[in-house]
C-alpha cells in the first residue's frame, strides 16, 4: 500500500512569513497533487506535478522522483491562506487503473 | 458554469436508513469518483468511474453502491445506513486519463450523520 505522509500536521505562522509543507510517499507514482481545503469544506486542486517545479501566484510546489518528496511553499503568507492542504499521488493500483492516495493533510494558520 | 454539484449538503439519517447522495458534472469528464473524509484520515476512494456505464470499487467500497447510467451523473447509494458511516462525502471528476493523472475537480462534499 502505498502511503503518504504530510509533515507538519498543524502549522501556525505569522502573516508574511515564508512557509513550507512537506508530502513524502512511499512507492513510484505517475503525478502529485497538491489540494486546498478550506474551512467551508470545498477542495480546490492547486497543482498537479510529475517533475520539476510548478509555481502559481505565491505558491510553488516542487517534486523530488529520486527522493519521493514533494514540497508545497507559500511566500508572504496572508490569513486567506489558513486552510487544509492536502498532497495525494497518482500510482497504479492492483488494478488497470491509477488511483488517488491522500495524506491526512496540513492545518494551516496565518495570523495577522 | 457549475462544475461539480453535490445535494444534499448536510444530512441525518437513523441506522438502517438508506439514501442517495446526488453527484452532477457538467464538464463532460469521463472519470467520476466519490471519496469519504475522516477525521485523521486521508480522503479514501469508495468508488470511480471510468466512463458511463462502467464502474469499479475503490478502498472502501462495502455498504455503498453506485451507478452510471449517463456521463453526468453518479450517485452513491447508501444500501442500510450505520453511524460508521458518518463522515464527510466528496464527489470528484477529472477529464479523460487514467484517474490520478489530470486535475482533480471536487463538489463541494455532504455532511452526512448517522444516529
Known amino acids: 500500500k502505498n502511503e503518504v505522509e504530510q509533515s507538519p500536521q498543524n502549522l501556525t505562522a505569522q502573516e508574511g512569513e515564508f512557509i513550507t509543507i512537506n508530502c513524502s510517499y512511499s512507492?513510484?507514482?505517475?503525478?502529485l497533487h497538491w489540494l486546498q481545503q478550506h474551512p467551508g469544506g470545498g477542495i480546490v486542486s492547486l497543482f498537479m506535478l510529475s517533475s520539476g517545479k510548478k509555481k502559481h501566484g505565491r505558491l510553488i510546489a516542487t517534486i523530488n522522483i529520486q527522493e519521493k518528496h514533494s514540497s508545497l511553499h507559500i511566500t508572504a503568507s496572508h490569513p486567506r491562506d489558513s486552510a487544509v492542504y492536502i498532497c495525494a499521488v497518482s500510482s497504479f493500483s492492483s488494478g488497470s487503473a491509477r488511483q488517488l492516495t491522500f495524506g491526512s493533510g496540513t492545518q494551516l494558520t496565518v495570523l495577522p | 458554469n457549475a462544475g461539480v454539484t453535490q445535494t444534499p449538503k448536510f444530512q441525518v439519517l437513523k441506522t438502517g436508513q438508506s439514501m442517495t447522495l446526488q453527484c452532477a458534472q457538467d464538464m463532460n469528464h469521463e472519470y467520476m469518483s466519490w471519496y469519504r473524509q475522516d477525521p485523521g484520515m486521508g480522503l479514501r476512494l469508495i468508488h470511480y468511474s471510468v466512463g458511463a456505464g462502467i464502474t469499479d470499487q475503490g478502498e472502501v467500497p462495502n455498504g455503498y453502491n453506485v451507478s452510471r447510467s449517463t456521463t453526468e451523473d453518479f450517485p452513491l447509494r447508501l444500501l442500510s445506513a450505520a453511524p460508521s458511516q458518518t463522515s464527510v462525502y466528496f464527489c470528484?471528476?477529472?477529464?479523460?486519463?487514467?484517474?490520478?493523472?489530470?486535475?482533480?475537480?471536487f463538489g463541494d462534499g455532504t455532511r452526512l450523520s448517522i444516529l
Open positions: 512507492v513510484g507514482i505517475s503525478a
Open positions: 470528484a471528476s477529472s477529464t479523460t486519463g487514467a484517474l490520478g493523472s489530470q486535475p482533480q475537480h
